[in-house]
């Protein structure tokens, strides 16, 4: 496989259960070497786009490729994509060694030194049955597995969600330490802002089962700008990029407030030149975010169709 | 994947053993009191005659526990597909182990394959274990009794039994995949295992081979091989000296061929409130049944026939739980 490969390409991927359809013509191109953070609300879409990913369900219409083939295509290619499911599933019957041991048999790549130091570094009893773990210890024994085959790209499905803070805290830099060590790519999906910020570099919001806006953290930071003023031309819809009269061409309104002063707005726009009577501010992450967010919620931004990624 | 499938199975395994160990020291020991009494009856019967009254002693002596140990292995296989089959799969989905066994570099086909073939050969090694201990343990028996092809004997008895239990097996998995939850497909499991048991030799087992057909005059003797005898001139459970299975058996008739149901005389000898009297009423009148048999000399085939739709069915079973596996299970 060349390096140019994306570890995850996805073409019009839709996905229905019955009659809800929980994720409509999606269309991603992730590059190998990042920790994508994908977020949005509960029941956007996140744990579908992943276990299409890994190859657990299999898409309605279109298509999706990890590092270059079909998900779980063969056992070559499970081989190099490790999965941490919701909640963190392990064998409660079986003890944390007999995990590695599981581990160690059915993956031909398997790191037994990595898995049996990282066991010890948490403080986990080889000896002690999963099924009494702590969530956190839980949590942290299913990324070893997951991380001890080696693989090229690391898919976790809100792996800190039933985490306290501390244990979350302990867990994402566990990660953070194994994607350097291995190093991987890895998807991370969390409803959690705070989570993603911490440890991501590229960032997909999914929202309203669509991609809204997908990106590198520093593109899409230079790419949206708080624009304030417009008396009396903001409008207060955000519908789309006539709402605000005065602006130009190239603007693109992501969400729109109006304050006492005239409105503030979302900006995406490639130049941050201001028009006339306006000001403007950078936008942090967490603002960027929701704004796309609060737009998928809007009824008429349902059927808008998705915004291609920022230019790279 | 064999050493998980093992570890995941352990439990169920050394539970099942410990009853076959139970079970199989049972029937060996019956074995053993089984063919020292049939020594001794066959001695007595040389040196003092009275054969026939003897030998009815002697199985009516282990009537009961021969038939007993008979349903209980109809009873195993299905057991075994409730108990083993039907969780193997749904219990991974209920608690989403599957989800992380799935991501192991381990493709779903071969998850299932390592896991059927585990539970599968060990089912059939259980229930060919009993089946050939209690065919051993029972053999002076049925030979005395002479109707090893009667359905509930046949069905418990040499090879039967193991394509039974992979069938049960298999039938277990399947219905866990497409239902998804361990409780209700255990109880539906059983109900359709039970199913097959009923159907199967009611109507499909006695179809096999064609039947043939033969006649039988109704002496005092066959009379007595009745377990039933209808108003109107109908007869169940007549048995042949020569070991055929009946399958079918036409009403009482006449010389002339007539149903004597309806008849006088028939009326007559059924009023006697004395059995003795009624039979030996019926003997004088030279009455016969039309059969169709299955003969005793099929036996070995129909166990193989038998055998072999079992195989056959658990083969679809499996391709239709690989097909789910593969493509449809989230």
Redesign the interface.
Known sequence: MTPGTPVLEARALSKRYGRRQALTDCDLTVPRGRVVGLVGPNGAGKSTLL?LA?????PTSGSIRVLGARP?A???H??K???V?Q?T??????TVG?HL???A?????WDAALAERRIERIGLDPVQKAGRLSGGQRAQL?LT??AA?RPELLIFDEPAAALDPLARRGFLENLMEFVADLGASAVLSSHLLADVERVCDYLIVLSGARVQVAGTVQELLAGHYRFSGGSGSGSGTGGGIDSGGSLPPGVQVIAAERTRGGSTLVVRVDDPRPPVGWSVEPVDLEELVLAYMTRAGLPAARSASTVPGVPR | ?I??TW??FRTQAQVALAAVLLLGTYLVLLGLQIRSRHHSVLAQCRSHGNCPGLLASFTSEFQLQVSLLGYVLLIVPGVLGMFWGAPLITRELE???H??????????G?WLAAKLGIVGLSSMAAAGVLSLLLTWAASPFDQVEADRFSPSLFAARNIAPVGYAAFACALGVTLGLLVRRTLPAMALAMVLFTVVQIVVPNLIRPNLAAPVGSSVRLTSSELSTLNFLGQYGTVGGLKVPSGDWVVSTSPMLNAAGANVGHTAMYAGCIDNSVQSAMLACLSRANLHVDLTVQPARRYWSFQWYETGLFALATAVLVGLSYWRIR?RL?
């Open positions: 276990q890994c190859g657990l369900i299999a779980a063969d056992a070559a499970l081989a994509v490790g999965f499911a909640d599933p392990v064998y409660a019957g079986l007999e041991r599981m581990g048999r059915l993956n031909p790549a299913a597995v997951a085959k | 994947m050493w998980l570890r995941q608690l989403g182990t989800r992380l066994v799935w991501n192991q570099s381990v493709t779903r071969r493509g989230a």
